[in-house]
Nanobody, 121 residues
Framework: QVQLVESGGGLVQAGGSLRLSCAAS????????MGWYRQAPGKQRELVAA???????DYADSVKGRFTVSRDNAKNTIYLQMNSLKPEDTAVYYC???????????????WGKGTQVTVSS
């Protein structure tokens, strides 16, 4: 088991920036993907950004050019730098971790409890 703890959410004006962090409670298996998802009221949870253990990144079209995902493997932590925030970015942001075996079998699928991001207009 692993616990994921998010931090860095809050209230910011449109055009502002926030940096989210997500720390895992133990060392992560060598083949993994960590990411950020968000869920706004009345909407489905959606992928915001993800980064694999190999460093490959993926972003939702709505955040490309504004958000950057990164990771510090020594700290078992990922980050989401969010710039040029818009009111439509308002949501609860969740951290996720998937760990894989070499043959692709998912060994673990974990979620944090979420952190609220509110962008005022």
């Amino acid at each position: 088991q692993v616990q994921l703890v998010e931090s860095g959410g809050g209230l910011v004006q449109a055009g502002g920036s926030l940096r989210l962090s997500c720390a895992a409670s133990r060392s992560i298996f060598s083949i993994n993907s960590m990411g950020w998802y968000r869920q706004a009221p009345g909407k489905q949870r959606e992928l915001v950004a993800a980064i694999t253990s190999g460093g490959r990144t993926d972003y939702a079209d709505s955040v490309k050019g504004r958000f950057t995902v990164s990771r510090d493997n020594a700290k078992n932590t990922i980050y989401l730098q969010m710039n040029s925030l818009k009111p439509e970015d308002t949501a609860v942001y969740y951290c996720s971790l998937k760990e894989y075996r070499r043959d692709g079998l998912v060994l673990g699928d974990y979620w944090g409890k979420g952190t609220q991001v509110t962008v005022s207009s």
